[in-house]
């Protein structure tokens, strides 16, 4: 009997265990607040922190558009002594946001994505010359890894907030495939922007992407949900992002 009472026990602490894991973020598992997005167009200053000096290396603009079937979003960069503009098309599915298009044109490579069934599109090595034809089947939902970033935006956050997300990333150097992007921590805190003091939510994040060697700390405003500031920790080199306007 006594037997009989702690395997039950074990059984109970399991079951508890397992209702209490959150399950990895996908387009079939996604409670993101869909009235936060609306159509917008940013600008973020990027600099490169060295020693006490603060040295502005590009800017990136954004815009999202919020379109009946779908949300776009394009992200221009600039940089000083670039010839070439580096742009970033993204569009996801409007209900779900599952990954439906993804382009990115530097002075690197050019690459396209096309998703249905299969992952498909090209990737072109500028520096190598060689382009690879693109054909990847995948088992399992996931985001765009162009997308997470904004998709943190509209999370349910709170403090306390963390969880995997799972994404698509396609890099013949660094690997391809579904990988994850956990959000480790989300706290309150605040900003002052523009002599402005602005109550933000705190979110550290990291992804596979870098092997998880790169940490991003987004500064996001608690009411409109805009990405205010964003530090890049590339161990031991760093970088931020601050809103221009």
Known sequence: MKKTFYLLLMVLATSFQVMGQKSILTPENNPADKSLIHDETYEMAWY?????????????????????KGIYIISTVEMPNTPTTWVDS???????????????FNQQRDMVLNFSDLVTGYYNDKQSGK??????????????SNFYPQFIR???LKTGYNGSISIFDYNPKSGTGILTATIKNTEQSTLELKGVIKKVWKVTVTDDISHNTAMSTYYIEKESRKVLKQEIDLGGRKMVMELVD
Not at 90 to 104: D, M, N
Not at 132 to 138: D, N, V
């Open 48 to 68: 490169m922190l060295k020693d006490s000096s603060k040295i502005e290396i590009g800017k990136v603009r954004t815009e999202i558009q919020k379109k009946k």
């Open 90 to 104: 993204t569009i996801v599915g409007r209900r779900k946001f599952e990954p439906i298009y993804h382009s990115s």
């Open 131 to 144: 382009k690879t034809e693109i054909s990847e089947s995948m088992d399992a939902p996931f985001f765009d």
């Open 154 to 156: 509209w999370l349910p």
